[in-house]
Nanobody
C-alpha cells in the first residue's frame, strides 16, 4: 500500500518562502524519481520539479532560480523549497512517484496561497 503525504503549504506574502514535504511509504523510495506538480483552479496540472534516484534535478522554467527540489532517502521524503514566492505560484501542490514499469502514485495535495 503506497501512500504519499504532502505537508507544509499555507498562506504567505509575495516574496516569502515555504518548504513543502512529501513523505512516502509502502515503496522502495530510493529507487524512484520523485516529482512535484501543481494545479491552480481552472488550469491544467503542470510539472514543477523532479529529482531522480541519482539526485539529478529538473525545474520548470517558471520556478527556476526560485525553487529547489531535494530528497532525504533515509526519511523517505522529498522536499520543495520555494523562495521568492509570487501570486502566480498559488496552487495545490502534489508529489508524484515515477518508476519504470510501476504505476504512478499521487499525494493528496497541499494548498499554497501567495497573497498580501
Amino acid at each position: 500500500q503506497v501512500q504519499l503525504v504532502e505537508s507544509g503549504g499555507g498562506l504567505v506574502q509575495p516574496g516569502g518562502s515555504l518548504r513543502l514535504s512529501c513523505v512516502a511509504s509502502g515503496l522502495r523510495f530510493s529507487s524512484y524519481t520523485m516529482a512535484w506538480y501543481r494545479q491552480a483552479p481552472g488550469e491544467q496540472r503542470e510539472s514543477v520539479a523532479r529529482i531522480t534516484s541519482a539526485g539529478t534535478t529538473n525545474l520548470a522554467e517558471s520556478v527556476r532560480g526560485r525553487f529547489t527540489i531535494s530528497r532525504d532517502n533515509a526519511k523517505n521524503t522529498v522536499f520543495l523549497q520555494m523562495n521568492n514566492l509570487k501570486p502566480e505560484d498559488t496552487a495545490v501542490y502534489y508529489c508524484k512517484t515515477e518508476q519504470w514499469s510501476r504505476p504512478d502514485y499521487w499525494g493528496q495535495g497541499t494548498q499554497v496561497t501567495v497573497s498580501s
